[in-house]
T-cell receptor, first 114, second 114 residues
Framework: AQSVTQPDIHITVSEGASLELRCNYS??????LFWYVQSPGQGLQLLLK??????LVQGIKGFEAEFKRSQSSFNLRKPSVHWSDAAEYFC????????????FGSGTRLSIRP | DVKVTQSSRYLVKRTGEKVFLECVQD?????MFWYRQDPGLGLRLIYF???????EKGDIPEGYSVSREKKERFSLILESASTNQTSMYLC?????????????FGPGTRLTVL
């Protein structure tokens, strides 16, 4: 069965420091991959998505993610975090055969140290 | 901008009550979804609908039903609320069944069942 793993439940980084959030998926073929962000009290907002082509994907708010097929990973990165980046981040997978259904990871909560 | 609205941000109900959660989207989207979000479990799909009067079970449909009489509106029904249905409920919509189409989320309804 398809699955998404976010191994880090909670991460704290200092403002201005770089960030990497990890995501691994389990699926037989290359799925569609997403990162969503949920700010406190809000719904989820799409940061970026990968379907095919260039394995480095640029998103909104200065985020990027890199698809590595050999590692079944899709890690999210940002070179310099801002206090407003404090939120919960969800990696998600849409299996090719069931495009409308997205499987979400359990989320990583990001805190920013002033 | 796509807007997905949910009828209530907070709701408190008693065990055994029938509960209706309403979701409306204003962008003529084909697909609509109901998820529940619990700490450490991420988002889990309850039901989705790909057309008016059409619905399909997600991963955790037990104890829930849905209704989609109009394209823009998708209702989640708890026939007899139980305490284990205390959760955050998120509605989402997407334009079409195209593979990996972006889902747009509402702000969520936090339901407490006493």
């Amino acid at each position: 069965a398809q699955s998404v793993t976010q191994p880090d439940i909670h991460i704290t980084v200092s403002e201005g420091a770089s960030l990497e959030l990890r995501c691994n998926y389990s699926y037989g073929a290359t799925p569609y991959l997403f990162w969503y962000v949920q700010s406190p009290g809000q719904g989820l907002q799409l940061l970026l998505k990968y379907f095919s082509g260039d394995t480095l994907v640029q998103g909104i708010k200065g985020f990027e993610a890199e698809f590595k097929r050999s590692q079944s990973s899709f890690n999210l990165r940002k070179p310099s975090v801002h206090w407003s980046d404090a939120a919960e981040y969800f990696c998600a997978v849409a299996p090719y055969s069931s495009a409308s259904k997205i499987i979400f990871g359990s989320g990583t909560r990001l805190s920013i140290r002033p | 901008d796509v807007k997905v609205t949910q009828s209530s941000r907070y709701l408190v109900k008693r065990t055994g009550e029938k509960v209706f959660l309403e979701c409306v989207q204003d962008m003529d989207h084909e697909n609509m979804f109901w998820y529940r979000q619990d700490p450490g479990l991420g988002l889990r799909l309850i039901y989705f609908s790909y057309d008016v009067k059409m619905k399909e079970k997600g991963d955790i449909p037990e104890g829930y039903s849905v209704s989609r009489e109009k394209k823009e509106r998708f209702s989640l029904i708890l026939e007899s609320a139980s305490t284990n249905q205390t959760s955050m409920y998120l509605c989402a919509s997407s334009l079409s069944p195209q593979m990996g189409d972006t889902q747009y989320f509402g702000p969520g309804t936090r339901l407490t069942v006493l």
